[in-house]
């Protein structure tokens, strides 16, 4: 039985919530590594459309602990709303969500600065979800964030409010005790889920506790090796799972990306197979294509197997779970990237530098659709002929196996591939 990290392979919203979801009832702990409540991780259970921000999918399962470590930012009004919601629905915490001493809290300050950047011309075209995340990010990595630990002691809060209100010319003393009062607060309504999670993780890993690592994003949106600058501003790719919960890499056994059976981005920047067109709008109308945090249209566009290799390269991925194949089944012809085109060149990797990225046009191999229905099938063998002939296309494109394969976002509506890796891991 083994501890694995599940994060997305392209831009976000690849359908990692109901993957997590599904797969958290074979593990006992589901740890949140980056990223901030940007995130919509959208699960259905028995037909409730829940989405979470901020909170490890797992919550949905009962006797399942929660971790949100070190590496993401925490909006504390945000995830006590967030808490407040799923109790209305019926999610009991009973001691089951830890958050690590050492996460950054995103501060109303925050928040301003990064609305504030998307109304700016210079920030503007990155698109951001305006929820505070980049510039909380910015004062950890200026070593002036405030850390969770921080709230629960008065003096060293103060002092480092201080220095943050002043540095923004914001320092009336009665916007400091505003801010400082409903922060020090906030660290007594949280205090019983504070621990040191590295601690945690590694005793629970070291007495047999099986570990699923949540990624949020995607690869193509990580601050390293996404589409920079048009990223966030942490690390969604594997290596996060370590630096953003405390554990080592030797405590990780599988990495499972997640992939949907085309392409969507929400934000700017480039995007090869982005389909400007009618095509484009019928995927986002089948697929339901709309963000899940600040409800934006989403762009899509066809499967595009160089962010794929790209995604299995930097994360060591060595199965794929591939959703929504179910949105295609209404397509005549569907079309799959196998390279681009640059100044008369063809390409097979996808390239570094943005500005070429951005020349590219992509070269496609088309494949006939299958135009039946497939929502809800849940065994390969059930799949229509050109529909299994799209699956084997895509492993032999990325030479890795597809370990499933969703068919709607119901947890029913799902394809397990036996005897893969995924399966191996997890036991199942
Ligand atoms: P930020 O994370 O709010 O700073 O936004 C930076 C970029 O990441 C923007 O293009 C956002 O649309 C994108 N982004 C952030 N979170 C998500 C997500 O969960 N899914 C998809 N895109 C996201």
Redo the contacts with the bound molecule.
């Keep these: 039985m083994a501890n694995i990290v599940i994060l997305g392979v392209k831009?976000?919203?690849e359908g990692k919530g109901k993957i997590v979801d599904l797969l958290s009832e074979h593990v006992d702990i589901v740890a949140r590594y980056q990223?901030g409540h940007?995130?919509?991780h959208t699960v259905m259970v028995d037909d409730q459309r829940i989405v979470l921000h901020l909170i490890p999918t797992g919550i949905l399962r009962s006797g399942k602990k929660c971790i949100i470590g070190n590496g993401v930012v925490v909006d504390i009004q945000a995830l006590l709303q967030e808490v407040g919601d799923l109790q209305k629905l019926g999610v009991s915490f009973e001691k089951r969500l830890l958050i690590s001493n050492r996460a950054h809290v995103i501060m109303p300050y925050h928040r301003r600065a990064d609305q504030a950047d998307k109304q700016a011309s210079g920030l503007q075209r990155?698109?951001?979800?305006?929820?505070g995340?980049?510039p909380a990010y910015t004062d950890k990595m200026a070593r002036l964030g405030i850390q969770i630990g921080d709230l629960l002691d008065e003096k060293l809060f103060g002092e480092k409010l201080k220095i943050n209100l002043d540095n923004r010319g914001l320092s009336q003393s009665e916007h400091f005790q505003q801010v400082f009062s409903r922060y020090i607060e906030y660290g007594r309504r949280i205090k019983p889920y504070i621990i040191d999670v590295s601690y945690y993780l590694n005793q629970a890993i070291d007495s047999g506790e099986r570990v699923l690592f949540e990624g949020?994003?995607?690869t193509m949106?990580d601050v390293d090796h996404g589409t920079y600058p048009?990223?966030?501003?942490s690390n969604a790719t594997a290596g996060g799972a370590c630096t953003g919960l405390g554990v080592g890499p030797t405590r990780i056994e599988g990495v499972l990306g997640v992939v949907k059976a085309y392409t969507t981005r929400?934000?700017?920047?480039p995007f090869p197979t982005e389909l400007d067109n009618e095509t484009g709008a019928e995927l986002r109308l089948l697929g339901d294509e709309y963000?899940a945090?600040t409800g934006r249209p989403r762009r899509c566009g066809w499967f595009d197997a160089l962010v794929v290799k790209h995604a299995v390269r930097i994360n060591g991925m060595e199965s794929l779970a591939l959703t929504k194949l179910d949105v295609l089944d209404k397509c005549r012809q569907i079309k799959l990237c196998i390279g681009y085109e640059w100044q008369n060149e063809r390409l097979t990797q996808f390239p570094g530098n943005i500005s070429i990225v951005e020349q590219c046009q992509p070269i496609y191999e088309e494949m006939p659709g299958w135009l039946s229905d497939t929502r809800g099938i849940n065994s390969l063998e059930a799949l229509p002929a050109a529909t299994r002939k799209y699956l084997d296309r895509i492993q032999e494109l990325i030479g890795v196996e597809l370990g499933l394969v969703s068919t709607g976002p119901r947890r029913e509506e799902t394809i397990i591939i036996k005897s893969s890796k995924l399966t191996n891991w997890l036991n199942i």
Aim: proline letters at 0%; a neutral charge.
């Design positions: 831009w976000g919203d990223g940007n995130a919509g990155i698109g951001t979800t305006g929820r995340i980049g949020a994003q995607g949106l048009y990223v966030t501003s929400v934000g700017n920047g963000g945090t």
